[in-house]
Each structure stands twice: as structure tokens, then as C-alpha cells.
T-cell receptor, first 111, second 114 residues
Framework: GENVEQHPSTLSVQEGDSAVIKCTYS??????FPWYKQELGKGPQLIID?????GEKKDQRIAVTLNKTAKHFSLHITETQPEDSAVYFC??????????FGAGTRLTVKP | NAGVMQNPRHLVRRRGQEARLRCSPM?????VYWYRQLPEEGLKFMVY????????ESGMPKERFSAEFPKEGPSILRIQQVVRGDSAAYFC????????????FGQGTRLTVV
């Protein structure tokens, strides 16, 4: 099965700075890598995803990079704002669409 | 198009009772996943179902837990004879098909066992 490691577990940045969260996965057959944001008391919300045939994807202030050889992928948030504060989860799926999550990163953006 | 609907949002059960958690996937979605989340922890996979079939239940405890996704109606996660350690938030997600596709989460059911 798939094993997803996520680092760091907590991250504190100043408003306007960048934040980077990194994940590694174990199953080389994994082909889809979504990122979710979870606010307090709510369900996770998909914020960006990347498929295995792409190395990088960007959506406004959020970008994700994928290195299939090294089996790691990263979330980059630029120009952070207080409303970016939340818990972020990476995930990896493999052939039968099972999705396994990292342990989460609690991001705090200080105004 | 309503999102993934879970009910109840909060559920309190006494030790030994049964808990039934419901999940209605998004319209057109035939794949459902259940996850458990303990406070301050990540999402632990429990089970993956397609209509009338259990695809992967490798994350389900061997006893007391069961899940179904009938042809008609919501997916049900059932916990028999609940214990304090079952207290957690249970989330379901749905997707329209297998492989390389987005999964959307419900708001979760927070189970408290007293």
C-alpha cells in the first residue's frame, strides 16, 4: 500500500512570506496527488492537485511541484495571508483510487 | 449540485450502543471513502466503497465496524458496541470514478462516546 510522509507538522510564517510543505510517498505507481485545506470544525477542501504526467502546476498564490523520480511533491503558498491559516494535508492515490493522506501541517500566518 | 452530505453532524452515544453515520455522495458520484480523524491528528483511511461493493477495507477495525453503500440510498458506516476510543470525527468523501480524480469531502460527523 501507499505510505505518505508530510513535513513539517507545524509551520509559522509572517504575513506576506512564503510557506512550503513537503510530502514523500512510497508507491511508485501513485499517479494523482491532491492537497487539501482543513479549517477548524470543517471537512477538508481540495485546493490544488497534480497528476503524474505534470511536474508543476500553479493556481494564483498556490503552486505544487512533483518529482516522480524522488517520489516527493510540495505545496508552495506565496504572499501568505492570515486566512491561509489552517491544516494542510497532502495525499497520494494509486491505481484503484485509494487515497492515503499525510499527517497534516498546521500553518499559522501571523499578521 | 449539493456537496457531500453527512449526517448527523454530531452524535453522542453511550458505551455499548450502536452508532450509524450516513453519507450521501455528490450527484453522479459512485465512489465513497470513509476516514477517521482524531483531535489534532491526520485522516486515517478506513474503507473505500463503490455502489454495492467494498473495494478496500484495509483500514477498518476487524470487529464492531462495518460499512455499506447500497444501490439506493446513502453509504452507512456502522459502529457496534461503541467504546470511548471510537470518539472521533468521521469524514466521508466521494468521487465520480476511479483513478486520478478529485474526491470531495463532507463536513464530517463528530462522534462522542460517553
Amino acid at each position: 500500500g501507499e505510505n505518505v510522509e508530510q513535513h513539517p507538522s507545524t509551520l509559522s510564517v509572517q504575513e506576506g512570506d512564503s510557506a512550503v510543505i513537503k510530502c514523500t510517498y512510497s508507491d511508485s505507481a501513485s499517479n494523482y496527488f491532491p492537497w487539501y485545506k482543513q479549517e477548524l470544525g470543517k471537512g477538508p477542501q481540495l485546493i490544488i492537485d497534480i497528476r503524474s504526467n505534470v511536474g508543476e502546476k500553479k493556481d494564483q498564490r498556490i503552486a505544487v511541484t512533483l518529482n516522480k523520480t524522488a517520489k516527493h511533491f510540495s505545496l508552495h503558498i506565496t504572499e501568505t495571508q492570515p486566512e491561509d491559516s489552517a491544516v494542510y494535508f497532502c495525499a497520494a492515490t494509486y491505481n484503484n483510487n485509494d487515497m492515503r493522506f499525510g499527517a497534516g501541517t498546521r500553518l499559522t500566518v501571523k499578521p | 449540485n449539493a456537496g457531500v452530505m453527512q449526517n448527523p453532524r454530531h452524535l453522542v452515544r453511550r458505551r455499548g450502543q450502536e452508532a450509524r453515520l450516513r453519507c450521501s455522495p455528490m450527484k453522479g458520484h459512485s465512489h465513497v471513502y470513509w476516514y477517521r480523524q482524531l483531535p489534532e491528528e491526520g485522516l486515517k483511511f478506513m474503507v473505500y466503497l463503490q455502489k454495492e461493493n467494498i473495494i478496500d477495507e484495509s483500514g477498518m477495525p476487524k470487529e464492531r465496524f462495518s460499512a455499506e453503500f447500497p444501490k439506493e440510498g446513502p453509504s452507512i458506516l456502522r459502529i457496534q458496541q461503541v467504546v470511548r476510543g471510537d470518539s472521533a470525527a468521521y469524514f466521508c468523501a466521494s468521487s465520480p470514478r476511479r483513478s486520478e480524480t478529485e474526491a470531495f469531502f463532507g463536513q464530517g460527523t463528530r462522534l462522542t462516546v460517553v
